[in-house]
């Protein structure tokens, strides 16, 4: 891919892609929230393809979304890597759900929504409303010690 190529498109809501960039991205549970054991579950799947398909600056699972902060690596389309991510994962939680005799079946909703982010200081930003996410939600009281949280440090 080329390092300034960007392209365009739009299915319900609009995605820009430009090579290189750092993406703000949220994805939604589509009918239950998560258990605990299976945010953990989430959040190692997602880990798992940090230096492999993207650099992973940051991360929150919350029991009915995820918020991303991922730079692809150029060799892999911010798509197809969502395509992995929510797939593979969905996948591993109708595995736990079967073995834990959970009659739901899992599934995210079809769409994502993802932003460039354009500068260090919407980068910082984006990072702290994830970072307080879990304290605004009421799920803890201090966003470090949140089951569902990571942050690459050498990334920002």
Avoid at 18 to 23: E, L, R
Avoid at 24 to 46: N, R, Y
Avoid at 70 to 88: A, C, F, H, N, W
């Amino acid at each position: 891919m080329n390092n300034c190529e960007s392209k365009y498109w739009k299915r319900n809501l609009p995605h820009f892609t430009f090579s290189g960039s750092a993406y703000f991205i949220t994805f939604c549970v589509h009918c239950s929230d998560l258990s605990i054991d299976e945010q953990i579950i989430i959040l190692e799947h997602i880990k798992e393809g940090h230096n492999l398909y993207y650099d992973l600056i940051s991360a929150v699972v919350m029991p009915d979304h995820v918020h991303l902060v991922i730079r692809p690596k150029d060799e892999y389309t911010l798509s197809k890597i969502m395509k992995g991510i929510k797939g593979v994962s969905s996948k591993k939680l109708n595995i736990f759900r079967i073995e834990n005799k959970i009659k739901d079946k899992f599934e995210w909703q079809h769409e994502s929504y993802d932003r460039i982010i354009r500068d260090e200081s919407e980068m910082l930003k984006t990072i702290n409303y994830m970072y307080n996410n879990p304290v605004t939600k009421g799920l803890t009281d201090t966003p470090e010690s949140y089951h569902g949280w990571f942050i690459c440090y050498d990334l920002i």
